[in-house]
């Protein structure tokens, strides 16, 4: 397949704003595709390139070569291009990765470039969401849906299951939990209180205690040991105390669910960033991290996600020590509830997750089988351009500009700033970061400086408001920063639905 007919394909789903049009338009492009070029094609269709990181930014697209006339990348070329470059290292690596930039952008057309770059830098806004893509290789292989999503949590990715797609309904239901191969994480909605979410789930519930740690999913199959974050980043190296823990379990193959947490020597959690920055962090450290479990997915060569909570905990319960599980509550009480939420935020935590005990494990899913309740409202939202502050922040990147996700276009919509709750500490790292991520050539020239839609910010704030200042027609009121995601992508930021729905 060339790259101009793919380049077309994301135009075209850019240029609708239809569900419905925009699946059409990748199924069509899908069943073009040969296999050997499916997951490429599969991941280019999404917007993202196959190689995690290729030492690519803004400022290394910003003196392309003039663009070719004729179209004659192929979409396969492109992904051996970036592997190579992806590959660079060492002394001469800077020069090399130019050379290679130059000669790939230089057989492009204006219109491939234009894509070629959105991609690298993560610009590629077409609204093609990883579930738009999903409908469209069921739409393309003559497949359901729901077939083509549970097969792609268990993958980890939809992409490692599109070629399976065209093998049929079959193919796709025999793929599942592997031990070694971490699945995407199952995810909690929210709500405003104790009684709102223990009605939702209509009975006794659990309430388990919301740590601020990092998500962890730990798989072992003997002594090899596998932890992986919520978005599949393998970090085993980085932490072997929590290696050390699972390791010593009385068992021989075993999949874990749980979150990585420093504590200090008062019993106290730590701050997020102290734990965010020892799990990004190879080598010997004086941070010690350890492991508290919520779930168990798998036991001596037995699967257990399609069990009910219920039976899943008994089973955790009998295998991992106390002092490495997630304190619960099981009751059907709010009074109950509440208590055990003040004394938990009182210990230094979040707050608390209510789960319901007949729920099933289900990779990927935001329902309402789990449901998380904090005693300030937060969202997860991506900062869409900063301003240049003044006074005493002169010289500094201040001012963040707020984006929800639309889950129907995938556009990000801003719902507005904030420069509270930011230390001198985060003022610098901010300044560094988007710097880094500015989307023009000098960030200092304008007063507001766009960035590429990558950076997760955690947001507190007093409420939600009708505004007509901002296109999503709402605003928070008070916002200000808790701390910055950096273990979250853009895509698992929260939805414009989500703070919609807090409208009173």
């Not at 290729?54 to 006339?69: E, F, I, K, V």
């Not at 399976?164 to 193919?171: E, K, P, Q």
């Not at 507001?448 to 997760?456: F, I, R, Y």
Request: proline content about 5%; charged content about 25%.
């Amino acid at each position: 397949m060339l790259l101009a007919d793919l380049a077309a394909t994301s135009a075209t789903v850019a240029a609708t704003r239809s569900r419905k049009a925009k699946v059409a338009a990748l199924a069509a492009c899908l069943e073009t595709a040969e296999d050997a070029e499916l997951e490429v094609v599969t991941s280019y269709l999404g917007g993202a390139l196959r190689q995690r990181r290729t030492g690519l930014g803004w400022r290394s697209l910003t003196d392309l070569p003039p663009p070719a006339q004729d179209a004659s990348l192929t979409v396969l070329e492109v992904h051996r291009a970036f592997d190579a470059i992806a590959s660079l290292a060492g002394p001469g690596s800077q020069g090399a990765r130019a050379a290679a930039v130059r000669e790939l952008f230089g057989r492009a057309t204006a219109a491939e470039q234009q894509w070629l770059r959105g991609v690298v830098t993560g610009e590629v806004r077409q609204g093609a969401l990883d579930s738009l893509v999903q409908e469209a290789i069921a739409l393309a292989a003559d497949v359901p849906v729901v077939a083509v999503r549970r097969a792609a949590m268990f993958a980890g990715s939809t992409v490692a299951v599109a070629r399976l797609a065209f093998d049929g309904t079959d193919a796709l239901g025999a793929v599942g939990l592997v031990v070694g191969r971490p699945v995407l994480p199952m995810l909690a909605s929210s709500a405003g209180s104790l009684a709102e979410a223990l009605a939702k789930l209509g009975g006794t519930a659990v309430v388990d205690t919301k740590l601020d740690g990092v998500r962890i999913q730990v798989h072992r199959r003997d002594d090899d040991v596998v932890i992986a974050t919520r978005t599949l980043e393998d970090i085993t190296a980085r932490l072997p105390e929590v290696v050390d823990v699972v390791r010593r379990l009385p068992a021989s193959s075993v999949v874990l669910d749980g979150e990585a947490m420093t504590v200090g020597p008062d019993g106290r959690p730590r701050p997020f960033q102290e734990t965010a920055s020892r799990t990004a962090t190879r080598g010997a450290s004086a941070v010690h991290v350890a492991p508290y479990f919520f779930d168990l997915l798998h036991l001596d060569g037995r699967d257990l996600h399609d069990l009910p909570l219920a039976d899943r905990l008994a089973a955790l319960d009998a295998l991992v020590p106390a002092a490495h599980r997630v304190e619960r509550l099981v009751t059907d009480d709010v009074a109950a509830a509440d208590d055990f939420a003040s004394r938990v935020v009182d210990a230094g935590h979040e707050g608390v997750v209510v789960k319901g005990l007949d729920v099933p494990w289900e990779a990927g899913r935001r329902g309402n089988g789990w449901i998380k309740v904090k005693p300030v409202h937060t969202l997860d939202l991506v900062v869409l351009a900063v301003e240049w502050g003044s006074g005493r922040r002169k010289g500094w990147l201040s001012n963040i500009h707020l984006g929800a996700r639309d889950p129907e276009t995938g556009d990000v919509v801003m719902l507005g700033k904030t420069f509270k709750g930011m230390s001198d500490r985060m003022l610098a790292w901010q300044t560094e970061r988007f710097t880094e991520l500015a989307t023009v050539p000098d960030p200092r020239a304008d007063w507001v400086v766009p960035v590429q839609p990558t950076q997760v910010v955690e947001i507190a704030f007093d409420g939600v408001q009708r505004s007509t200042t901002y296109p999503g027609g709402v605003a928070l009121r008070f916002a200000r920063v808790v701390r910055y995601r950096d273990d979250k992508t853009a895509a698992e930021a929260d939805t414009i639905d989500a703070v919609r729905a807090l409208l009173p």
